[in-house]
């Protein structure tokens, strides 16, 4: 059996998060963020970092608090219910993984001195040249790459590597995008050159285990899905709200059937999302052999649903939920977004297949 009770530990990292993000991230921040075509709020930095955010799931022996995915969800839940901006998941996996690679720059990373952000192979190339790899193509929908200084990338086809590649190395094109919470760019790399350190998996050169490049690719699917409940439940929270005192008729909206089937369906969806999230979360943690498929029903799961909970919440804010003076569009952005990057549900569900069919062909030839 699961016990998917929060511990007294878990359930207080929620709760401080939760209280830190209401008072220095609500929305007049992020929109303060927007305007300046900034990555990052540096206050709000210097808060996540102190409250130990950034090196929350690096061992202790490397600087950071030895927790795991599960409480790194439980601050992904957080920022995404305030959409905030800022590469913290980011650099807590890169800390996470240079630590798991002996790399030096796990403390630093875990300390918030240096930020991170996430690159899963887009259109990469990888060959090795002599004792280096070179890396050369373009990957896209990469967060805070403009702020970042050092790139978590992560290559899962052919052979398999995880780098930390500085980002003066590279050349980051800033798009704009649906998501106006969070800067998106795209990452161009000439014949990048990665050796030594910067290779974190396998012996030094060559990536030998192939599990250790999709840990991570799965590591940031599960807390994208968790930013996307996150968001999710602003959405909610803002929805009941709203109906509760507007009025129609000489009723308030909520008192109405239709209104709150809609309300009962977007619980029912973030509901199965929280269960999805999280058990993907344990399975990462406990490194249990479905752990890639489980990763990928979360991600799957918040692409396929937050669409329809975001579009349920603007239909029940009527006209004022399309004006670009309220909170909501924020949020419904935010959702949007999250349900595209780090694979669509038809990727994930590809992924899921294929694990399916190993997993039916193992247990044939055993």
């Known amino acids: 059996m699961v016990d998917f009770e929060l511990s007294e530990e878990q359930a207080a990292l929620r709760g401080i998060s939760r209280d830190l993000l209401a008072s220095?991230?609500?929305?007049?921040?992020?929109?303060s963020v927007v305007e300046a075509g900034g990555d990052v709020d540096d206050k709000l930095w210097d808060r996540g970092v102190r409250m130990g955010w950034t090196g929350l799931a690096t061992p202790e022996a490397a600087g950071g608090a030895g927790q795991g995915l599960v409480e790194l969800c439980l601050v992904a839940e957080e920022l995404g219910r305030a959409a905030a901006p800022g590469p913290f998941v980011e650099t807590a996996l890169a800390s996470w993984a240079a630590a798991r690679g002996a790399a030096p720059l796990a403390s630093e990373l875990a300390e918030g001195r240096l930020k991170a952000a996430f690159v899963h192979q887009g259109s990469l190339t990888v060959r090795r040249a002599g004792q280096s790899l070179v890396l050369s193509g373009r990957a896209t929908a990469v967060h805070a790459a403009g702020c970042a200084d050092l790139l978590l990338v992560t290559v899962t086809r052919e052979e398999p590597y995880v780098l930390l590649v500085p980002t003066s190395a590279v050349r980051a094109e800033r798009r704009?995008?649906?998501?106006?919470?969070?800067?998106?760019?795209?990452?161009?790399?000439?014949?990048?050159?990665?050796?030594?350190?910067?290779?974190?998996?396998?012996?030094?050169?060559?990536?030998?285990?192939?599990?250790?490049?999709?840990?991570?690719?799965?590591?940031?699917?599960?807390?994208?899905?968790?930013d996307a409940l996150g968001a999710g439940e602003r959405l909610l929270e803002m929805t009941v709200g709203h109906v509760t005192i507007r009025e129609q008729f000489g009723r308030p909206l909520g008192s109405f059937q239709a209104v709150k089937h809609k309300a009962a369906d977007m619980l029912i969806a973030l509901r199965g999302l929280r269960a999805a999230t999280y058990y993907a979360a344990l399975a990462h943690d406990a490194e249990h052999?479905?752990?890639?498929?489980?990763?990928?029903?979360?991600?799957?799961?918040?692409?396929e649903s937050l669409p329809g909970v975001a579009g349920e919440a603007l239909q029940s804010h009527g006209g004022i939920g399309f004006t670009w003076e309220h909170d909501l569009h924020l949020f419904l952005r935010r959702a949007t977004v999250d349900a595209l990057v780090h694979g669509t549900a038809a990727h994930h569900h590809e992924r899921v297949l294929a694990h399916l069919e190993r997993t039916r062909l193992t247990r044939r030839a055993a």
């Open 176 to 226: 704009t995008t649906l998501d106006l919470t969070r800067s998106w760019y795209d990452v161009l790399f000439d014949d990048v050159a990665v050796k030594g350190e910067q290779i974190l998996a396998g012996e030094q050169i060559l990536a030998t285990d192939p599990g250790e490049a999709r840990r991570w690719v799965d590591a940031m699917a599960v807390l994208t899905a968790a």
């Open 289 to 303: 052999e479905d752990a890639t498929a489980a990763a990928s029903v979360a991600k799957a799961f918040a692409s």
């Open 24 to 31: 220095d991230c609500p929305p007049r921040t992020v929109r």
